[in-house]
């Protein structure tokens, strides 16, 4: 890694290429910087640059394989995996400053935008053309397109519309030696290699989009979504499983428990029920003849399985106080701690009541308050480990149940991650899914597209056994697990 000195010169040569005040190195500015929403391993850059298009992008990498700098991508910083922190230190590159719409074909149906514009840019851009873009993760109104990318998100409507990957039709990429190119096309389909659906869900450790062509959705004839209350998650859990076996594919079907229920009356008051063990939000989507036989069955399950209350939105005021209980759980957790320590297993969708029930027992046993969320229709938990991060203890015992719980999913038929990725967080688990083999070919993978190592450095694959030797700076999971 440079010196000092060397770092001041590198710091003047990279605003001439993306201007003096897109170069930040004050120690406070960095702090911004040192993690992403996965709050728990911090590590500051070097340097942090925002460069403002496809060629600055492209010059910024070269400059880094010149000094032998690792690099790191970043868009708003909403992911849950630790994907933009800068384990290895040098370059955070950031690319909010990237956040123009460069056109919306109505015909085609679809936008090509660069990858610092956000989800709802692009859905509000498209509305004009009774359009939008379908993947809406909770963070949609701050998520970027490149970090959706990155991390393949999803959201509550991936149950009807599927990831992000169903969306990407073409990317423009700079690969981790600086060099720009494009993967896929204008239409979605293409002969040979599928390279676009390798890089969807690389996590920014193969190269940095910079523009996107998005395919668009028309906006749904019509939208009914209900709300209901249950005695119990469980019994919230075989509502949503009778559902789906009456072969009804809702738009979206997500629960939250009690206590994240309280926890978003507390805070935003929006008149819900805390006395219910969980909360069901379900929303149809189509032309209205198919919608009025789908509710009659939605409301047949959730009957059967003791719903307290249906109640459907009459307006579209009503349906988005509705969805804040989801969309805005998050935020809530504040109320209860000032740190939450978000998971995002995956269960078939049939163990959901028996993962609930040891999750549950994990939290007791680790004597720690865990709130869940849940994509009920795909089985993609959120189970939210809630606890401040200045109890050493406290920390240590929220990193091993968070390891359970993932055990758990694995164990149910599940997997690691539905959407927020591996990150820092989930590398030491990646050997409970894969055999030495399947992670020896995906390193493989790696290495073809990033011979110097350099390219988001310490994602994705099991650590090595020393931080020292690796260079990686000393992360707090790192430390629990090898004593680094």
């Known amino acids: 890694m440079p010196t000092k000195e060397n770092w001041q010169a590198i710091a003047q040569e990279l605003k001439t290429i993306v201007g003096e005040r897109n170069v930040l190195n004050d120690p406070v500015d960095l702090a ?35 000094h032998k700098i690792p690099f790191t991508p970043r868009g708003a910083g909403t992911g849950l995996s630790g994907g933009a922190t800068t384990v290895m230190g040098g370059l955070s590159i950031v690319l ?26 692009i859905s509000r851009a498209a509305a004009q053309f009774g359009l939008h873009f ?6 949609q109104n701050a998520s970027t397109i490149g970090g959706n990318i990155a991390e ?55 190269g940095i989009a910079t523009e996107a062509t998005l395919r668009l959705m028309p906006l749904p004839q019509q939208v009914l979504t ?16 009778d559902i789906v076996a009456a072969g009804i594919i809702p738009a979206a079907m997500e629960m939250i428990d009690q206590l994240t229920l309280t926890a978003v009356e507390e805070t935003y008051k929006l008149g819900f029920e805390t006395a219910h ?94 709130a869940n969320i849940y994509h009920a229709g795909d089985g993609n938990l959120h189970p939210c480990l809630l606890y401040h991060r200045d109890n050493e203890d406290e920390v240590k015992r929220v990193l091993i149940a968070a390891r359970e719980i993932l055990q758990v999913c694995v164990e149910l038929g599940g997997t690691l991650s539905g959407e927020h990725g591996i990150g820092i967080e989930k590398a030491l688990e990646m050997p409970s899914v894969f ?35 690796s260079g990686m700076r ?11």
Request: contains cysteine.
């Open 32 to 66: 911004l910087y040192d993690c992403d929403a996965e709050t728990l391993d911090q590590a500051k850059p070097d340097l942090v640059v925002l460069p403002g298009s496809s060629d600055e992008v492209e010059q910024v990498v070269r400059l880094a394989n010149r």
């Open 96 to 121: 909010s400053r990237m956040n123009r719409i460069l056109c919306v074909d109505a015909t085609e149906m679809t936008c090509v935008a660069q990858v610092g514009a956000t989800n709802s840019s």
């Open 134 to 139: 379908a993947p809406d993760p909770s963070s």
């Open 152 to 206: 393949n998100a999803g959201g509550p409507h991936t149950l009807k519309y599927g990831m992000t990957t169903d969306h990407v039709l073409a990317v423009k990429f700079v690969m981790p030696d600086g060099e720009l190119t494009a993967f896929g096309g204008a239409t979605s389909c293409r002969l040979g290699i599928d390279w676009l659906g390798l890089i969807v869900g690389s996590e920014g450790t193969l």
């Open 226 to 241: 209900m709300l209901s209350y249950f005695p119990s998650v469980e019994a919230g859990g075989q509502a949503v499983s």
């Open 277 to 370: 063990g969980a909360l069901l939000i379900v929303e149809l989507e189509g032309p209205e003849l198919g919608i009025a036989s789908q509710r009659i069955i939605v409301e047949r399950c959730l009957e059967k399985n003791g719903a307290v209350r249906i109640t459907w939105a009459r307006d579209d005021h009503e349906r988005k106080r509705m969805w804040k209980a989801r969309k805005g759980a998050f935020g809530a957790y504040g109320k209860i701690a000032p740190h939450a320590y978000v998971l995002d297993g995956v269960i078939p969708r049939s163990s959901l009541s028996e993962a609930i029930s040891k999750i549950r027992a994990i939290g007791d046993a680790y004597e720690l308050t865990i």
């Open 435 to 469: 055999a030495p083999e399947d992670l020896a070919f995906m390193s493989t993978i790696k290495r073809s597209f990033d011979i110097s190592g350099l390219c988001n450095p310490g994602k994705i694959f099991p650590n090595p056994k020393s931080c020292g030797e």
């Open 474 to 484: 000393p992360l707090a999971r790192l430390k629990l697990a090898s004593s680094c």
